[in-house]
């Protein structure tokens, strides 16, 4: 069970997800703009965020952005059309995944116990592995954190397991499916738009000049590798 927000300015679409979350075991709170949903992310810290992106005025992506910098509160953005601008926007701004409009409320349901699952990433058990060092960038595994030239850096939970699960085997090359597997935990059917709109986001936080990768590199064809040892 998780406490989820649900934002969304049609009142039936409003109310229809409340009761339909509700009946999975959430518990729902929600708000009809992007304004009063911010007021009630910080006054209420909700595990988890439903957004819209067709919101009246404060529209769904500038509230996404706001929302992202308050915290790593993780989002999912609905959408009323699976067109690739609306769902790169969203992604950009800070979204963890995406669902388009009308979802079936089993198939919100996973996505958001997916998101939360990434959020909940288990410590290793036993004795804690040292903190690996890539030149500038450290990651610390034990803690889930993540520091470079000495200042932590502060990552989504989505943006967290991309870069532990690259990380993890320097060099290997991974497909988008592959990474989509293991990050996002269920199949998206060859959807790459959420691996590359976080590998974006991501390398704006680790990399020195990120059109130049370092760390997350591509290769052209095949995916990503992270290439700093």
């Not at 609905?78 to 198939?107: C, M, N, Q």
């Not at 288990?122 to 030239?149: C, F």
Request: aromatic residues 4%.
């Amino acid at each position: 069970m998780a406490e989820v927000l649900v934002v969304e300015d049609d009142a039936a679409v409003r109310e229809g997800l409340q009761l339909a979350l509700r009946r999975q075991g959430h518990v729902v709170r929600t708000a009809e703009s992007g304004e009063l949903g911010i007021e009630v992310l910080v006054h209420h810290r909700p595990d988890i965020v439903v957004l819209d992106l067709m919101l009246p005025g404060m529209d769904g992506f500038e509230t996404c952005r706001r929302m992202r910098a308050s915290g790593p509160v993780p989002i999912i953005m609905l959408t009323a059309r699976s067109d690739d601008f609306d769902v790169v926007a969203g992604l950009e701004a800070g979204a963890d995944d995406y669902v388009a409009k009308p979802v079936e409320p089993r198939v919100l349901d996973a996505r958001i116990r997916a998101v939360l699952r990434r959020s909940a990433a288990e410590r290793p058990s036993g004795p804690a592995a040292p903190e690996e060092r890539h030149g500038d960038l450290v990651i610390d595994r034990a803690a889930l954190e993540v520091t470079k030239h000495g200042t932590p850096v502060s990552l989504t939970p989505t943006e967290l397991k991309l870069l532990l699960e690259l990380s993890r085997t320097p060099g290997r090359v991974y497909s988008r499916q592959q990474i989509l597997s293991a990050v996002w935990d269920h199949d998206y059917l060859g959807d790459s738009r959420l691996v590359d709109a976080c590998v974006q986001r991501l390398r704006a936080k680790i990399e020195d000049v990120p059109a130049k990768p370092e760390y997350v590199q591509t290769v052209r064809g095949f995916g990503y590798r992270f290439g700093r040892s």
